[in-house]
Structures are given as C-alpha cells and as structure tokens.
C-alpha cells in the first residue's frame, strides 16, 4: 500500500508564490519519475512539470519559466516551487508518481485570488 502526503497549497494573491510538496511512502518502489498536474473546475487535468529520477525536466508551455519542479529521490519526495501565481494557476494540484504504474496522490487546492 502507498501513502501520500500533499502539502502547501492556499489562498494566494497574484504575483505570489507557493511550495507545493509531495512525499510517498510504503510499498513504491523504483520511481523512474514524478510530477505535477493539475484540474480547474470544467477542465481535464493537465500536466504542471515533470522530472525523472535523473534530473530532466519538463514544463508545460504555461508555467515555463515561473515553476521549478525539484526531487528528493531518496525521500520519495517531489516539491514544486511556483513563483509569479496568475489567476489561472487555481487548480487541484496532484502529484503523480510513475513505476511499472502510476500513482496519485489526493491533492492539494491552490487559489490565486486577489
């Protein structure tokens, strides 16, 4: 069984930022990668940013630039540094960890509201 624990989400004003992290623990073995996706009411999830255990990065085309996606492979941990929020950021954010399957953790709301 894997356990998650999602911290750091909140109500932020635009132009703020936030650290989202994600850490899991029992029976995950060989991580080959994590991430961050995230679903607005009304939208299909998205992929945030993506990291594998070596250390390559992806971004979507909309947070280029503003998130920085970070792992601690042998905390099974990912973090998501999120600077410069919009409006548009607000979101469930889930962490997803990938082995032979994949793996969500329960999320984490983040509001960027002024």
């Known amino acids: 069984q894997v356990q998650f624990v999602e911290s750091g989400g909140g109500l932020v004003q635009p132009g703020g930022f936030l650290r989202l992290s994600c850490a899991a623990s029992?029976?995950?073995?060989?991580?080959?990668?994590m991430g961050w996706y995230r679903q607005a009411p009304g939208k299909q999830r998205e992929l945030v940013a993506g990291?594998?255990?070596?250390?390559?990065?992806n971004y979507a085309d909309s947070v280029k630039g503003r998130f920085t996606i970070s792992r601690d492979n042998a905390k099974n941990t990912v973090y998501l540094q999120m600077n410069s929020l919009k409006p548009e950021d607000t979101a469930v954010y889930y962490c997803?960890?990938?082995?032979?399957?994949?793996?969500w953790g329960q999320g984490t709301q983040v509001i960027v509201s002024s």
């Open positions: 997803n960890f990938v082995t032979r399957q994949q793996y």
């Open positions: 029992g029976s995950i073995y060989s991580i080959y990668a």
């Open positions: 990291i594998t255990t070596g250390g390559t990065t």
